[in-house]
């Protein structure tokens, strides 16, 4: 596509001063996209400070919060006294929380701190929304105490402040066990009802910038506010579309389905330390903090200060940052932009044919064949993982989310450029390096199209980047001053650079090496942008010598390849500082006093095998085996386990009342036939009614959980299709394994796993009902 620009040396120093100048947009793209700098206690009254914040997390997130926990009642007095003192208007909402997935209905008891700063001219309810309880394996700082207490810092810093609108903190509980006091929030609190614009806060790491990645739909007008309140907006459309698309929640959830607009942001750096004891103050990045709660400050102000009824869209926008710089447009343009681009690669592949540089049928093979360069990194990928994984098997019950995964993340990236070099140095004489360069931009601007039509939001990334290289192309081709054809080049080039190595790096962080192969599509669809640069520091093929370059180049990156992959290794040992997870828990049948220590790791390390040492699951309770366990022989403790009696039976329902015993905080109900629908009732607390569908995996299909359930117990009422009696087992669970005789804590370099039935103590009664 380039021809011949001049002499060797001077090309090849003018395709260094191309490659370099990508290579620092993307270094400027990375750097534009960090936290902020955290601000003192000393800060000014009306500034976000996360030093401020800090003092509050000090106070309520030192030790794990789950729902139905001491210390989550700790917090939740330390919330309301915090809240009351700044002049808010609190109380504390009791109620029972569901949720519904296959073959499992979850219950619990919540208690949601909601306090409301009252407006003066209110047009509508601005709702600040973050969860207080944490996951049983650690503190939570990140997730989510981190943003309840910037919900505190941000009421202290409005002080007293007069805005229009109502603004109301909702802390719920529960989140954790699938979104359980939101959902009681939106079914039986007013507010909940109400509507209004809805700010979540979540993380999935503990660090890195406050990222708005999910919207409600019709988003327009909250993303122009969002860009013009916020002084460091991060995020971009991309995520919103590939969250819609995924399985996951939060509170946002049922918040949203409820008619909230609204938005929700979160931090997902350093994953690795996400729903682990790790997930503490010592690892939380103050930047983030300060991140979080700036963007909090600044949104509550100004939703706040507006007329909420003129945030109403009929439309979506596209919105990313460039070079620091919010670029927002209607969805609508997705198409349009497509068009175009998929214009310009047909002009370009026109033009060069009529200036000779390249054939329509050598550019329709360079098109066939540039598949193999962009699924092939894809496939070796996610090799490499399962590679990994046999080596290390640890690293699979971190799904991915390595301590230290940069030298990977490299590995994968050189991977990817060996894959394209494999691909383009060969064929370069046969087809030209023109054809090669037209045929590599057909694909992404071919996938470009189809995300137009199915996430209009995400399609800016691929339409972009294709639209301005054809455009630069187009541009270089007539020129005859070399100089000016290596700049229209680059810069045709600099928004994939801008753009493509970012969303690579935002996949690995919220994805993890488990699902590599997305991040190497990603980095391969950049690869195809750059032949034309590439051809500058390249030999001219018409003079070639013999083969240097084409076994040379895949060589270095192959031998590069390797060593990243031995310093990969070497840098994810692990100790005290980059722990090892290990799922381990206690189980006796109260019945039998048979117990027994279980394990669900692929290799236990040496402390858990202390505990386990085969794979015989015969003596385990009826129901409780699910997937390849390790046990092992463990002492008989004194506990009373759960109770059920059944109060009523008629047909298939069946009408049970449920204790967990003394000391116990949740239990677990299995049966070995399905059941399609749950009600739980607990006195003084309105029933709630959830269906299930489909079953559980293993040979006990059915489950229910209740979670944080009241010593008291409550009433479960199961409705299971089918004749004759059957086996129910019931689990208490209580956490934490110290009660067990012989039992010894875990040694620096050694955590929970995030698995949710790890570190329980489970005292089982099977009954056939």
Request: aromatic share 6%; charged share 15%.
């Amino acid at each position: 596509m380039t021809g011949k620009l001049f002499d060797v040396p001077r090309r090849v120093l003018a395709g260094l001063a191309a490659m370099l100048t990508l290579a620092g947009v993307i270094m400027l793209t990375a750097m534009a996209d960090s936290t902020m700098q955290p601000l003192p206690a000393s800060a000014p009254d009306g500034e976000f400070s996360a030093g401020r914040a800090l003092r509050h997390l000090e106070k309520f997130a030192t030790e794990p919060r789950p729902i139905g926990s001491a210390a989550g009642d700790s917090a939740v007095r330390y919330l309301v006294a915090q809240l009351r003192a700044a002049g808010l208007e609190v109380e504390v909402q009791r109620a029972v929380g569901s949720n519904a997935s296959t073959g499992l209905a979850s219950f619990g008891q919540v208690d949601n701190v909601v306090a409301t700063r009252r407006g003066t001219d209110s047009t509508g309810t601005v709702l600040v929304a973050a969860h207080y309880d944490s996951a049983a394996m650690g503190p939570g700082v990140s997730d989510d105490a981190a943003a309840v207490a910037s919900m505190l810092e941000t009421v202290r810093a409005l002080g007293g402040t007069a805005l229009r609108n109502d603004l109301v903190f909702l802390m719920t509980d529960g989140e954790e066990d699938g979104v359980l006091g939101a959902q009681a929030f939106v079914r039986e609190h007013p507010l909940g009802r109400a509507g209004g614009v809805l700010l979540n806060w979540e993380a999935r790491g503990v660090s890195g910038p406050s990222l708005m990645f999910e919207t409600s739909k019709d988003n327009a007008a909250l993303v122009g506010l969002f860009a013009d309140a916020v002084p460091h907006p991060r995020g971009d459309s991309m995520m919103v579309e590939l969250y819609r698309l995924l399985p996951n929640n939060t509170d946002f959830t049922p918040l949203s389905k409820a008619g909230f607009a609204g938005m929700n942001f979160a931090y997902i750096q350093d994953s690795s330390r996400y729903h682990t004891a790790d997930d503490s103050l010592d690892h939380l990045d103050r930047g983030s903090l300060q991140h979080h709660g700036t963007n909090m400050l600044a949104l509550a102000r100004a939703l706040g200060a507006t007329d909420l009824r003129t945030l109403e869209s009929d439309h979506d926008a596209t919105y990313f940052r460039l070079f620091g710089v919010m670029v927002t447009y209607p969805a609508g343009l997705a198409w349009p932009l497509a068009g175009l681009a998929l214009a310009a690669v047909a002009g370009l592949a026109l033009l060069a044919r009529r200036r000779r540089v390249a054939s329509l049928p050598r550019i329709a093979v360079a098109a066939v064949s540039a598949v193999v360069p962009l699924v092939l990194p894809a496939v070796l990928a996610q090799g490499l993982w399962e590679l990994l994984v046999s080596w290390r098997p640890a690293y699979d019950g971190m799904g991915g989310l390595l301590h230290h995964p940069l030298a990977f993340r490299a590995a994968v990236a050189v991977v990817t450029a060996l894959v394209l070099l494999g691909w383009y140095l060969p064929l370069r004489r046969r087809l030209g390096p023109a054809a090669l360069g037209i045929g590599a931009l057909t694909w992404p601007a071919l996938l470009g199209a189809l995300s137009a039509q199915a996430a209009p939001g995400a399609s800016f990334v691929l339409t972009l980047p294709v639209l301005l290289c054809a455009v630069g192309a187009l541009a270089a081709l007539p020129l005859r001053d070399a100089r000016w054809r290596v700049a229209a080049l680059t810069l045709g080039a600099v928004p994939a650079a801008a753009l493509l190595p970012a969303l690579a790096g935002n996949t690995f962080d919220g994805m993890g090496l488990a699902l590599g192969g997305v991040s190497a599509l990603v980095l391969a669809l950049f690869g195809l942008t750059v032949p034309p640069i590439l051809e500058l520091i390249l030999p001219d093929p018409a003079r070639e010598q013999g083969r240097p370059v084409v076994v040379g180049v895949p060589l270095v990156a192959t031998v590069l390849t390797a060593a990243l992959i031995a310093g990969g290794l070497a840098g994810n040992a692990f100790d005290a500082r980059d722990p090892q997870r290990t799922h381990l828990a206690y189980v006796m049948d109260a019945g039998t006093k048979s117990a027994a220590w279980v394990s669900a790791d692929p290799e236990p390390p040496a402390w858990t095998r202390r505990y386990v040492s085969g794979r015989d699951t015969g003596a385990l309770p009826p129901g409780y085996a699910r997937g390849t366990l390790w046990t092992g022989r463990a002492p008989a403790i004194e506990a009373a386990g759960p109770q059920v009696t059944v109060l009523s039976r008629a047909g298939g329902t069946i009408r049970l009342r449920v204790s967990a015993g003394r000391g116990a905080r949740s239990v677990t109900l299995r049966t070995e036939r399905p059941i399609t629908e749950a009600t739980a009732a607990v006195k003084g607390m309105t029933p709630v009614t959830v269906p299930v569908t489909g079953t559980r995996l293993g040979t006990w299909p059915g489950e229910v959980r209740f979670r944080g359930l009241p010593s008291g117990g409550a009433e479960i009422t199961l409705r299971v299709p089918g004749a004759g009696r059957f086996r129910l087992t019931a689990i208490s669970e209580t956490d934490g394994l110290s009660a067990v005789p012989g039992y010894v804590e875990r040694p620096p370099g050694v955590v929970a796993a995030t698995r949710e039935d790890g570190d329980l103590v489970a005292i089982t009664r099977t009954y056939r009902l």
